[in-house]
């Protein structure tokens, strides 16, 4: 990591309070030395780490004050109480204050106080009930950042896979109609140059999953994969993109035929994420490839079920970390003048 890089430290969002946002933070800061993570920040409300963690808090209004902290305790970027808290219980307060630790993060990220974002686990559920209208945090992020959604794509990646769901969260129902052609095109061009710029993976090979059994069996079983699939990768090899599909997406997983691709695009939410988590329960991240801003995000919810009984794994939010540190880092060389 370039020197600059690790002068900027990253933005870690607490997500909704009440989940278990505020201990896998903790924890990662807890595990900082094991894991090499470089200095990270918390964005939220410190009395909700305080809730549910015995260790060392430091509050900080300056990001130039979190090196230095991060080597004892863990930075807060205190903004609010969220109110009376129970862990496990959603509240509208803790809501909100999930939202400004978002809106703030951008905002570091974006004007480059930050080196790279990472959100916390929000209730898309309870953000509703506050009134915010995207369906998760990577369409809020990307509106913030000038980008529109499609051009804003979800990859999870882990260790032996990556995956990318084309359409997210909309109804199964859908998904036909709004799984298109220019669709999967605009994405998997995102998902190759992404792949180049923050994995290194100068010329990656992508599959693309179809969305029927077998890949629709020759037409039998469903038409999305010649109508709309196979025009696509044909567009996408046209361009010198390296893609094969429609596949069938029940062997595509198998061990020998993942391992073939640096990401296989899926149909829909569960037909990517299943798999992958699968694999990758404990040590997946959620990243957005497309922004001008590094984001990611350990690849689980709130949690609601277990917050504050100390059984949340924070190996997903370390994982998510050490991305972002990783990226920051590609971006930084990339940028650096030849000498
Ligand atoms: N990145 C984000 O902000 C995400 C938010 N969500 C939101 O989270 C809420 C709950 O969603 P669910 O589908 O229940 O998914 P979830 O990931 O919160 O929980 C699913 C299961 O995994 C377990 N789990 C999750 N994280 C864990 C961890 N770190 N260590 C150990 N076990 C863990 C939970 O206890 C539960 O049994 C929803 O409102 C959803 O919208 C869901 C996925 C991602
Ligand atoms: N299932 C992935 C997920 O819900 C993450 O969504 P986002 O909040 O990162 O857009």
Redesign the pocket.
């Known amino acids: 990591m370039s020197d600059s890089c690790q002068r900027r430290p990253i933005a870690v969002t607490i ?1 909704d309070p009440a ?2 946002g505020p201990e ?1 933070a903790a924890g990662a800061w807890a595990a900082r030395r094991k894991h090499d993570l470089p200095p990270f920040v918390v964005i939220g409300d410190a009395a909700a780490i305080e809730a549910v963690w015995d260790g060392p808090v430091a509050r900080v209004g300056e990001m130039d004050e979190v090196a230095a902290a991060f080597e004892t305790a863990l930075p807060v970027w205190h903004l609010e109480d969220s109110g009376p808290l129970t862990p496990g219980s959603p509240t509208p307060a803790g809501a909100a204050l999930a939202l400004h630790a978002l809106e703030t993060g951008i905002g570091l990220t974006r004007n480059q106080a930050a080196a790279a974002l990472v ?8 953000l509703h009930g506050i009134g915010y209208t995207h369906p ?2 990577t369409e809020f992020i990307a509106e913030r950042c000038g980008v529109t959604a499609t051009n804003a794509v979800m990859m999870l990646a882990g260790p032996g896979l990556r995956v990318v769901p084309l359409t997210v969260h909309i109804p199964l129902a859908q998904v036909p109609e709004r799984l298109t052609s220019e669709l999967i095109v605009a994405k998997a061009r995102i998902v190759a140059r992404g792949l180049a710029r923050d994995f290194g993976i100068a010329t990656p090979r992508l599959a693309i999953a179809g969305l029927n059994p077998h890949a629709g069996e020759n037409g039998q079983l469903g038409d999305e994969e010649g109508r709309i699939i196979a025009p696509a990768v044909a567009q996408l090899a046209e361009e010198g993109i390296a893609v094969d599909g429609p596949l069938a997406a029940d062997a595509l997983f198998a061990p020998g035929i993942r391992d073939g691709y640096a990401a296989i695009l899926c149909g829909y939410h569960d037909q990517a994420l299943a798999p992958f988590k699968a694999l990758h329960f404990h040590d997946g991240v ?1 990243l957005t490839l497309g922004l001008p801003i590094i984001r990611t ?10 917050a504050g009984t100390g ?6 939010t370390i994982a998510a970390i050490a991305m972002a540190a990783r990226m920051a880092a590609a971006r930084e060389r990339s940028c650096a003048p030849a000498k």
């Open positions: 997500g989940g278990v896998v959100t916390g686990p929000v209730s898309k559920h309870a998760g945090q959620n995000s350990p690849d689980h919810g709130t949690a609601f079920n277990i059984r949340a794994d924070a190996g997903p």
